[in-house]
């Protein structure tokens, strides 16, 4: 039995993540294999309640579950930080989920901004590391609101996590056994010290994994090629802040946050994965959004719990489904966001 813990969160968080769990209860009926779902509260409405973003036990309570299914978190009438740094931040570092991973596929019958791209030519993978670098919070102000202010963040990184991101990522080009290359996306000429530190960990990695292709391209670079040709690409590996912005470049060369799917990863403990797009709150209880970014990521969650197979055919399912739909974008894809994961569910 595989305990899943399910975030809904906000805005229609809920009924993306009401479908991705229709899917996953589905497959877990084809492919005889047990599910157990909890369901948390843990969002915007709560803390407007409460005034707290997370129970003093949260993450204790969510070390007893195998894997974390995530809606949205974002609330309009919250202070943007507070919830994403209360939840999602806490959590990530709390349960220390070092990976971020973000496949960037191209389906067929969903359109790329990139002229004369196919779906052949998109489908790579980023790995971002999750728990360090800027996003630790170091740093702090001297003579705040004054003329004299100073402002500083630290990026902070350590050899262990950036070796553990690095060998992820290796073994990932591996596994994909695609084109086996692996390029890491840095500033080394400009960021000397924590840039230092990742290539020569990168390249002495590296010669553990002679199958893989070692390369690597300045973060500005990256992003023009993933424009220009994203069909270089097979694994990224990248720090924590380029790694944020580079994702949702990806997400929007796949087709848009309507099909792209992300997970938090704590190889060796407990996962959380979610839809990249956010809570979006004017779409709220219409049956309008778009729930194919949540379905698949439930898919991440079946392949991670140790069920390949499964998430194999929930892809293929969704893929199947894609090909009906008129567009990715809210209201406008032919049919209701209940619909879509019917027929994902029925696909299986």
């Not at 309507?258 to 190889?267: E, I, Q, S």
Request: net charge neutral; hydrophobic share 40%; glycine share 10%.
């Amino acid at each position: 039995m595989s305990k899943i813990a399910v975030i809904p969160g906000d805005g229609t968080g809920p009924e993306v993540t009401r479908e991705g769990v229709k899917v996953l209860t589905a497959a877990s009926k084809k492919f005889s294999f047990p599910l157990a779902f909890t369901t948390f509260d843990w969002g915007g409405e709560r803390y407007l309640k409460t005034g707290e973003t997370l129970p003093a036990d949260a993450v204790k309570t969510l070390k007893g579950f195998d894997a974390i299914y995530l809606g949205a978190i974002g609330h309009p009438d919250v202070k943007p930080g507070i919830l994403e740094q209360g939840i999602l931040l806490r959590l990530r570092f709390e349960l220390d989920q070092y990976i971020n991973l973000r496949p960037v596929r191209l389906y067929p019958n969903v359109e790329t901004p990139l002229a004369n791209k196919k779906p052949e030519d998109i489908d790579f993978v980023i790995v971002r590391e999750n728990v360090e670098g800027l996003y630790t919070g170091g740093g702090g102000f001297l003579k705040k609101g004054t003329a004299d202010e100073v402002a500083i963040q630290e990026m902070i990184y350590t050899r262990k996590g950036v070796e553990r991101c690095i060998r992820f990522a290796f073994e990932l080009a591996r596994k994909r056994n695609r084109r086996k290359k692996l390029t890491m996306s840095g500033k080394t000429n400009v960021l000397t010290y924590v840039q230092d530190l990742w290539y020569r960990t990168f390249m002495e990695v590296a010669r553990e994994y002679p199958d893989v292709t070692p390369d690597y391209a300045h973060i500005d670079a990256t992003t023009m090629w993933m424009v220009k040709n994203p069909e270089w690409f097979d694994v990224i590996v990248t720090e924590n802040m380029f790694g944020d912005i580079i994702t949702d470049l990806g997400a929007m060369i796949q087709g848009g946050m309507g099909v792209a799917a992300g997970g938090n990863l704590n190889p060796q403990g407990v996962s959380m994965f979610e839809p990249i797009g956010g809570s979006a709150p004017k779409y709220t209880g219409q049956n309008v959004i778009n729930p194919v970014a949540s379905i698949l990521a439930g898919a991440m969650l079946l392949d991670q719990i140790g069920q390949p197979k499964a998430a194999e055919a929930v892809e293929k399912s969704v893929m199947a489904v894609i090909a009906k739909m008129k567009s990715m974008a809210a209201g406008k894809m032919g049919y209701s966001t209940s619909q879509i994961g019917d027929m994902v569910a029925a696909g299986l």
